[in-house]
């Protein structure tokens, strides 16, 4: 069965410093992974997605994902915030017959 | 814009109404889901629609019915609400494919219902 833990609720950066949002995720076999990110009262964005290529994954605006999996852990990086980077992130596997298993968000709070 | 797009963007409604959620994709999937997603509460999957047949139901409860016409659309018809369903509902496409790498979900804006 899939599974994933994003490990911190809440993330508070300065703006211009690295962020890490962690991610670790259970799966019975190599799964896709994928990092969404959602703005205040808006649908989710799809960040960028690991589908067994590469194990470092490049997405938008500056975010990038490695895949350990020794570590069965899948973390999103940014080398430096930016205020409009404040939002809620959530780490995704892909299960079975078209399912998605979601985890429980990080929200990241970029200050000035 | 995803090319996922959700009907009404704000909702009021009486625990007495009859109400739809409307949701259709421009991309030529396969599969759509509906999700809600609760004040501090995980996003949760309600329904799978894969080739406009329904593959999950996660124990919604009757109240919520879902229909999928076709492959681009999508509802989630509401009857007698309880204020905790109050959320923002989420609609999503995919390709439905079991093809890896091409199977990511595309989300339409949502729709802010409010159940008073």
């Known amino acids: 069965a899939q599974s994933v833990t994003q490990l911190d609720s809440h993330v508070s950066v300065s703006e211009g410093t690295p962020v890490l949002l962690r991610c670790n995720y259970s799966?019975?076999?190599?799964?896709?992974l994928f990092w969404y990110v959602q703005h205040p009262n808006k649908g989710l964005q799809l960040l960028l997605k690991?589908?067994?290529?590469?194990?470092l994954v490049k997405g938008i605006n500056g975010f990038e994902a490695e895949l350990n999996t020794s570590e069965t852990s899948f973390h999103l990086t940014k080398p430096s915030a930016h205020m409009s980077d404040a939002a809620e992130y959530f780490c995704v596997v892909e299960g079975n017959f078209n399912k998605f298993y979601f985890g429980s968000g990080t929200k990241l709070n970029v200050k000035p | 814009e995803t090319g996922v797009t959700q009907t009404p963007r704000h909702l009021v409604m009486g625990m007495t109404n009859k109400k739809s959620l409307k949701c259709e994709q421009h991309l030529g999937h396969n599969a759509m889901y509906w999700y809600k997603q609760s004040a501090k509460k995980p996003l949760e999957l309600m329904f799978v629609y894969s080739l406009e047949e329904r593959v999950e139901n996660n124990s919604v409860p009757s109240r919520f019915s879902p229909e999928c016409p076709n492959s681009s659309h999508l509802f989630l018809h509401l009857h007698t609400l309880q204020p905790e369903d109050s959320a923002l509902y989420l609609c999503?496409?995919?390709?439905?494919?079991?093809?890896?790498?091409?199977?990511?979900?595309?989300f339409g804006p949502g729709t802010r219902l409010t159940v008073t």
């Open positions: 690991y589908t067994s290529a590469a194990t």
């Open positions: 799966s019975s076999y190599s799964p896709s």
């Open positions: 999503a496409s995919s390709q439905g494919t079991s093809a890896r790498g091409r199977n990511e979900q595309y």
